[in-house]
């Protein structure tokens, strides 16, 4: 029950952070803006996020593990139900800012606890659990917030963020258990993880969700244009193509337990994949039948991908920072943040510049960067953990 309450955390984190995803098109019609507009409340989230989880991570070193995930729920859960409230889109801009900002704990937080509870045997199997829950959110707390706010408004979907998040909150609270406060990092700690090896994998995090999130941030517009869907449809096909999630946590835990050799190279080849499969579709004007099946073929290879990434580099953070884990779980993070925020930038530069059929061109661009490295991390191993 320990591993499932911290798996709530991050589930309650990454459906607030993108449970609007789903009915962009009539909340940009409510709050009187554009869809590209609105789709920046996602990057203004995750760069927020970005920029704030390792200075928190590094300001509260001392403080009880325990305690300050739960704060930090219950933080998330009336910042939710704050966004629900606000009437015009810059207080809801200001909100989302304010949420991301300390929300940026849940995860790195998370994962510390995760860490210490287990041996380094499971270390990779324990970060794959805790991660299980931004599986959930894109399974199920995602798309239930697309349906929702369908049926009832956009502001509903806030609402049921707040309502995970408070859940979230209640089981930390009673099952996490305590851990030892770990130790201070040394002064040199920010200097010995940001540098190369590590400095590598935390590019690669970012890579790999900027590609992704280039499409996905826009997928309301994407989904409807390749199948005519509604909102409800749209989360329909996110809680399909969610399930990507979980194999990929599954296939990226098993790859770092037996050693695999490039497998960064071969999920960053599919991430790439996955964008021209909605290339083709976008621009070759395919709809019905044959969107439906690239949107969800597109979506799963995608998640899949992506999700592989995180047990294989999670993993390598963890045994090489030591005593500063929480502080590179926390740059990790912010690498997530970093990528999906870059990427909905992105892809909205591209629904202004160039229409919605050629946006995961530059997803593709990006995953080709990924790829390239992956291959130097591959030749320049020194790591004391499995090969890449």
């Known amino acids: 029950m320990r591993f499932f309450a911290l798996m709530l955390a991050p589930l309650a984190f990454t459906t607030g952070?993108?449970?609007?995803?789903?009915?962009?098109?009539?909340?940009?019609?409510?709050?009187?803006?554009?869809?590209?507009?609105?789709?920046?409340?996602?990057?203004?989230?995750?760069?927020?996020?970005?920029?704030?989880?390792?200075?928190?991570?590094?300001?509260?070193t001392r403080f009880d593990r325990k305690m300050l995930l739960v704060v930090t729920l219950a933080y998330l859960t009336v910042m939710n139900g704050a966004s629900a409230l606000m009437p015009g889109f810059t207080g809801l801009a200001v909100t989302r800012a304010l949420t991301g900002a300390f929300g940026a704990l849940a995860l790195p937080i998370a994962s510390t606890i995760a860490v210490a509870l287990v041996g380094p045997e499971r270390r990779a199997r324990a970060l794959a659990t805790v991660y299980g829950g931004v599986t959930l959110a894109f399974l199920s707390g995602i798309p239930l917030g697309s349906a929702i706010g369908e049926v009832y408004g956009w502001r509903a979907s806030f609402w049921l963020a707040s309502g995970i998040s408070a859940f979230a909150a209640v089981m930390a609270l009673i099952f996490v258990p305590r851990i030892p406060t770990p130790p201070a990092p040394h002064k040199g700690a920010f200097r010995m993880v940001m540098r190369w090896p590590t400095t590598g994998y935390l590019l690669v995090t970012g890579l790999a969700f900027c590609a992704i999130f280039v499409v996905i941030g826009f997928v309301r517009p994407v989904v409807s244009d390749?199948?005519?869907?509604?909102?409800?449809?749209?989360?329909?096909?996110?809680?399909?193509?969610?399930?990507?999630?979980?194999?990929?946590?599954?296939?990226?835990?098993?790859?770092?337990?037996?050693?695999?050799?490039?497998?960064?190279?071969?999920?960053?080849?599919?991430?790439?994949?996955?964008?021209?499969?909605?290339?083709?579709?976008?621009?070759?004007?395919?709809?019905?039948?044959?969107?439906?099946?690239?949107?969800?073929?597109?979506?799963?290879?995608?998640?899949?991908?992506?999700?592989?990434?995180?047990?294989?580099?999670?993993?390598?953070?963890?045994?090489?920072?030591?005593?500063?884990?929480?502080?590179?779980?926390?740059?990790?993070?912010?690498?997530?943040?970093?990528?999906?925020?870059?990427?909905?930038?992105?892809?909205?530069?591209?629904?202004?510049?160039?229409?919605?059929?050629?946006?995961?061109?530059?997803?593709?661009?990006?995953a080709v960067l990924g790829i390239l490295i992956a291959l130097k991390l591959r030749a320049q191993r020194d790591l004391p953990l499995p090969a890449t």
């Open 17 to 60: 952070v993108f449970v609007f995803a789903g009915v962009l098109t009539p909340m940009a019609q409510d709050l009187n803006t554009s869809v590209g507009a609105a789709g920046q409340l996602q990057s203004i989230f995750s760069i927020t996020c970005a920029i704030c989880g390792p200075i928190l991570a590094m300001l509260t």
């Open 226 to 366: 390749l199948t005519g869907f509604d909102g409800r449809g749209v989360g329909m096909v996110q809680m399909i193509s969610g399930l990507g999630t979980f194999i990929g946590l599954v296939v990226g835990t098993r790859m770092t337990e037996r050693g695999a050799r490039s497998p960064l190279v071969w999920l960053f080849a599919t991430i790439a994949l996955s964008q021209t499969i909605f290339a083709v579709a976008l621009i070759g004007d395919w709809h019905g039948t044959p969107g439906l099946i690239a949107a969800i073929s597109a979506m799963m290879i995608g998640s899949a991908s992506l999700f592989g990434t995180a047990p294989i580099v999670q993993s390598r953070l963890a045994e090489a920072a030591g005593p500063a884990a929480t502080l590179a779980f926390a740059l990790n993070g912010s690498m997530v943040y970093l990528g999906q925020g870059m990427g909905v930038v992105i892809g909205g530069a591209m629904l202004a510049g160039v229409g919605l059929s050629f946006i995961s061109t530059a997803g593709i661009a990006i």
